[in-house]
């Protein structure tokens, strides 16, 4: 089987690397790719990843067998349902089911329909409502760009001007109650109705240790959760993926590739957060080196809805963490074109070589440091390991993720 996948940042690489295990995928072609991606993949091409008409062409051009489609602005565009237009099987949302990520009120109208645990929230237009909003749920106040903002549309912040000033910069906006507990992202493989889940994960979002400053793409990961009541997965199958599923095929807009379930744990069960409709960045790294079952299979069955058929997953033992190195001035402005050496082993986010072949910075989130361990303190001190040895001005890296959960303070307050 020969696989295209479709991008360009951490979580393609660690599909790269994913698919490059299967024994049953012949050859994996990357596009656009980027530096640690052509050292993996038998061919990196050029493309537009947001129009369909090209990512189309480009899949009957390489006679791939199946297309992975990882960012989620060329699922929103309609990649995925240009290149089943070609008959090529493709991992990925159509663009009208994509817009459970697309906007952020369209999925709360699906999340109404299926009936699934969320926080209240209102959609907002005008300054106006959006202080009525604030004023309706106090704070901390919680206001998401309704549209893709890259991981850092969502501002949570106790300043209510704050608040008022990212309602109006984003124009139409999703303000919800606060969430309280800790958060966890949940990937679920699907074909629209048979639905797989993969280890539970979780990110770190802020920039600095402790949860300080503003929101990021996700600075760490790490996979399984040691804290995580053991019914978890079973409930939220129950109680949010299958009626989100069900929901989905009732309005018209089956939901075929990878739901995201980003959740908080509250003392009331899990509610949602958000969805997502592709692989997230960073868990992908930290939960694909555990899978064991071969993951172009997976995402095949998938793709032609075959998941019934397919067998149970199967995971290694032991935990994954992942530590992200960004650019100096990430957020806000991120810095671009310094060197980068101690690379190897790493998986590459934002990096591109110049014309003398040198590694450099190109992106805010520029490399992911992912290692396995028999326990959390391994995998932890393996990735811290790793981020030792690369030398990038100006880097930016939390040395505390996963350690709240290696030292038993992550605790589930729903029983």
Not at 176 to 182: A, K, Q, R, S
Not at 310 to 322: F, K
Request: charged share 20%; aromatic share 6%; glycine share 12%.
């Amino acid at each position: 089987m020969r696989v295209l996948v479709v991008g360009s940042g951490g979580r393609e690489h660690a599909l790269v690397l994913g698919l490059s295990r299967d024994p049953g995928v012949s050859a994996v072609v990357a596009a656009p790719g980027n530096p640690g991606i052509a050292g993996v993949a038998a061919e990196v091409r050029d493309v537009d990843i947001l129009s369909p008409e090209a990512v189309a062409g480009l899949a009957v051009e390489v006679e791939a067998d199946l297309v992975v489609v990882g960012p989620e602005a060329p699922l929103v565009a309609g990649v995925a349902d240009a290149v089943r237009a070609k008959g090529v099987p493709c991992f990925g949302p159509s663009g009208s089911a994509a817009r459970l990520e697309g906007s952020k009120d369209f999925a709360k109208q699906v999340m109404t329909a299926a009936k699934v645990p969320t926080a209240r929230a209102f959609t907002c237009t005008t300054p106006e409502e959006a202080a009525r909003a604030l004023d309706a749920f106090g704070t901390p106040y919680v206001v998401k760009n309704d549209g893709l903002a890259a991981g850092k549309g969502v501002v949570v912040t106790d300043d209510r001007d704050a608040a008022l000033r990212h309602a109006a910069e984003c124009g139409r906006v999703v303000i919800e109650e606060y969430l309280d507990g800790p958060e966890v992202s949940l990937f679920v493989v699907t074909d629209g109705e048979t639905a797989l889940p993969l280890l539970p994960a979780q990110d770190f979002k802020r920039i600095g240790d402790g949860d300080a400053g503003p929101n990021t793409g996700g600075m760490g990961a790490y996979a399984p959760l040691p804290w995580a009541p053991p019914q978890l997965v079973d409930h939220v199958m129950e109680s949010v993926v299958h009626p989100t599923l069900l929901a989905m095929r009732d309005a018209g807009n089956p939901f075929a590739g990878l739901l995201y379930v980003g959740l908080a744990i509250t003392e009331d069960g899990p509610k949602v957060i958000e969805f997502n409709a592709r692989f997230g960045d960073p868990e992908t790294q930290s939960v694909l080196s555990l899978l064991e079952t071969p993951l172009g299979g997976l995402l095949y069955a998938a793709a032609t809805g075959k998941l019934a058929e397919h067998p149970e997953l199967e995971w290694r033992d032991g935990y994954s963490v992942t530590v992200v190195l960004a650019s100096a001035g990430y957020p806000a402005s991120a810095r671009t074109g310094d060197e980068i050496t101690g690379a190897e082993g790493l998986i590459h986010s934002g990096t591109k070589r110049d014309a003398d072949g040198v590694l450099r910075s190109a992106g805010g989130r520029v490399l992911c440091a992912t290692a396995t361990g028999r326990d959390l303190h391994a995998a932890r001190a393996a990735a811290y390991e790793l981020v030792s040895h690369v030398d990038l001005a100006g880097a930016q890296y939390r040395t505390d993720i996963a350690l709240a959960a290696e030292e038993g303070r992550v605790v589930s307050p729903w029983r």
